[in-house]
């Protein structure tokens, strides 16, 4: 039985009469009233299969659904559905796709695809664009997409000329992908709206589905995101939404915690109910992030209190570099475990950037700690293996799009972009896939005579490949393949240096060994290079959710990974300057981000928290002095106990001592 929820809990999730916003810190149960609105819903007879909850990742997702499993049965909430918002969105393309004239097969590029057909784009002849800031384009083109701004739009608003030449390549991007039936993960939730605004019958049918809607981390919302809720909930406002200004953490990618305010602009029946109470940490804990925060502007004031009594003063661990840094704090889990005979599930290492995983991974490792790292890559997410990969699908089944696409120019082949969009409008139009469309005289007729002889050629090589792989000694000829395509050339010169290009080979071996392992091992028979890859392909899911799993075993992962989750003892390490507050940050001057991060941070730990920092760190290959973090010195002295301590000079303890007390007065003006 769950504890009873507090007037204010209450009153939100009883609140269904009026769109609702809870605005409060924390750990306040946020969360929790999502999950119980849906509860009472259910119970008051609206059907789980109208309502939607939303929210940012699989993981918060998954969490959720599990949550509100233990308040209704399987039967109560059969159809109801808990996502995140692009895989809500994804389920409307799939479902609409005829109406935004997309065939069914959606495929959905990754950041390396939308890379290499910018680079395709620019390399052809994209005016005044250049190839090395293909990178920059392409987070051009998604704070674009983020904002709900159309390449014309773009192009119309462009105030000098770079910005115009972003505009036009945004515009060709976005035609290429059309034709080629493919989305980006931006568009996942700007097509929805898209589409909702064209056909009002197709949004009036998705708002007759989805008759209320609930949002959690409603402050990371970007402005495209907050019009698919405007558009589900339509006028009525028949919503839920949750969230922290204070856990605003995604600027970076488009999010607005303006869109709180926002909602009492276009709703005006709208209600906010504050939550003030903590559920999960110590007094300390708590006040020591209440006094960090009070550092920033404040449009709303919210008030935190915790029953939990104080707790253990926060400690404060410095080392003389990473490695000293990850050997304690292991030894410290370690033994703590040990005297308290808790769970290694009972501990999270927090960080600014997933770099600073790797020597805690060896050193958990080496210790025979249990340990999993949320969110890091995995093997398949390698663009090599990625790359081989795709042959192989391709290999098995030449209608694969996206395979065809991945490898078409991977190695170079000289077919350029106007080329595959013909091909990709052609097939499109014909409903059929881009290697059938290659063979065809209608397409062959569009295109330039040097452009059919090297489709032929790609598209002959691969039946016969596909031939011998089939008749001949299959992993052999894999093995053969990566020489005939020239892939060992291909890493090297895509690579940043020679030893990283070994790597990736080393990469693709050892796939193709573990493909022979595989295919050789099902009851004594030879599986075919189909079969072999179908399993992959499941594995592969099957492993990222595996991945996602907790168990008895030390969480490691991003502060931006950890928003939403509690753990009883949190160490939040590399507390740095130039990694938290991140050195990008300090030199654009976006410091309360930061200090944001360190509160979601700081507000993970239920019991007991550690800051570590180290005060040399290996930068760029040479040992680098480093400076404990200004968030440090933000948070009140009594309430930190610092071990083994790096000696400030007096005047800097003083100059730091003003800077947070000025903070603090302006705050209170
Ligand atoms: N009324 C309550 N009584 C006791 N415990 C509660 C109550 N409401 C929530 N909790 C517990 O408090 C903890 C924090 O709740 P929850 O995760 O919903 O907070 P949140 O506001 O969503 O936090 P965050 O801002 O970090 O996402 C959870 O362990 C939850 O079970
Ligand atoms: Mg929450």
């Given at each position: 039985m769950s504890p009873k929820l507090n007037p204010q809990q209450l009153a939100a999730v009883k609140t269904v009469d009026r769109p609702l916003l809870v605005l409060a810190g924390a750990g306040s149960g946020k969360t929790r009233v999502i999950t119980e609105k849906i509860a009472y819903l259910v119970q008051q007879g609206t059907p789980a299969r109208h309502i939607a909850a939303v929210t940012f990742t699989n993981k918060a997702a998954r969490e959720m659904k599990s949550r509100v499993g233990r308040l209704i049965d399987d039967k109560q909430s059969r159809g109801l559905r808990v996502s995140t918002f692009h895989s809500l969105g994804l389920d409307i393309l799939r479902k609409e796709h005829k109406a935004l004239g997309y065939k069914a097969a959606i495929t959905l590029f990754d950041e390396q695809d939308k890379l290499s057909l910018l680079k395709q784009l620019i390399g052809h002849g994209a005016d005044g664009c250049d190839i090395d800031a293909a990178e920059s384009y392409n987070h051009k083109i998604g704070q674009w997409k983020n904002a709900f701004v159309s390449p014309e739009q773009a192009l119309n608003r462009a105030e000098d000329a770079e910005t115009a030449a972003a505009a036009r390549l945004y515009h060709q991007f976005n035609r290429s992908l059309k034709a080629y039936n493919a989305v980006d993960f931006d568009d996942l939730i700007g097509l929805p709206v898209e589409l909702f605004q064209q056909h009002p019958d197709i949004l009036q049918k998705w708002q007759n589905r989805i008759r209320y809607l609930l949002v959690d981390e409603y402050q990371d919302t970007n402005i495209t995101q907050y019009q698919l809720v405007r558009a589900?909930?339509?006028?009525?406002?028949?919503?839920t939404v949750v969230g922290d200004d204070d856990q605003s953490i995604y600027a970076w990618r488009g999010a607005q915690p303006e869109n709180l305010s926002q909602l009492q602009k276009d709703y005006n029946r709208l209600q906010v109910i504050k939550l003030e109470q903590n559920y999960r940490s110590a007094g300390r804990i708590l006040k020591v992030a209440n006094q960090l925060i009070a550092n920033?502007?404040?449009?709303?004031?919210?008030?935190?209190?915790?029953?939990?009594?104080?707790?253990?003063?926060?400690?404060?661990?410095?080392?003389?570099?990473?490695?000293?840094?990850?050997?304690?704090?292991?030894?410290?889990?370690?033994?703590?475990r040990f005297k308290t005979g808790g769970s290694y599930g009972d501990y999270a290492i927090l960080y600014r950037g997933n770099h600073q995983s790797r020597l805690f991974e060896k050193e958990l490792r080496e210790n025979n700690v249990p340990y999993f790292i949320s969110g890091s890559a995995s093997f398949f997410s390698y663009a090599e293996i990625k790359d081989v990969l795709a042959y192989l699908r391709l290999l098995v089944n030449a209608d694969d799009d996206a395979a065809f696409l991945r490898v078409i120019n991977t190695p170079r082949r000289e077919i350029g972009p106007t080329t595959l969009e013909k091909l990709g409008a052609y097939a499109n139009e014909r409903h059929i896939s881009l290697f059938r469309a290659c063979s065809e005289f209608g397409l062959q007729q569009r295109l330039s005579e040097k452009s059919v002889q090297r489709l032929t050629k790609f598209c002959d090589w691969l039946r016969e490949k596909a031939l011998k792989i089939e008749r001949g000694d299959t992993f052999a000829e894999i093995e053969k393949m990566i020489d005939e395509i020239h892939y060992p050339q291909w890493l090297d010169e895509n690579s940043k240096t020679p030893a990283s290009a070994e790597r990736k080979l080393?990469?693709?071996?050892?796939?193709?060994?573990?493909?022979r392992r595989i295919a050789g091992k099902e009851e004594g028979r030879e599986q075919s290079l189909a079969e072999v890859i179908a399993k992959v392909m499941l594995l592969d899911i099957l492993d990222r959710n595996q991945e996602e799993e907790a168990g008895d075993q030390v969480s490691l992962m991003t502060l931006h990974a950890a928003k939403g989750l509690e753990f009883p003892h949190v160490f939040l390490i590399g507390m740095e300057e130039n990694l938290l507050p991140h050195q990008n940050s300090i030199e654009t001057g976006n410091i309360e981000e930061e200090r944001r991060l360190a509160y979601v941070g700081i507000t993970r730990a239920q019991q007991t928290l550690t800051f570590s920092y180290c005060t040399h760190r290996k930068r760029y290959g040479e040992l680098a002095e480093c400076e404990p973090s200004r968030f440090l010195s933000e948070l009140p002295e009594e309430d930190l106990e610092w071990a083994n301590r790096k000696q400030l000079a007096p005047e800097e303890i003083k100059q730091r001592g003003k800077a947070s007390l000025a903070a603090l007065k302006s705050m209170l003006a």
């Open positions: 589900l909930a339509g006028s009525l406002g028949r919503f920033n502007p404040h449009t709303f004031e919210k008030k935190l209190w915790s029953e939990l009594g104080y707790g253990e003063p926060l400690r404060v661990l410095s080392h003389k570099n990473d490695l000293a840094e990850a050997k304690q704090i292991t030894a410290e889990i370690i033994h703590h080393k990469n693709v071996y050892e796939l193709i060994e573990w493909l």
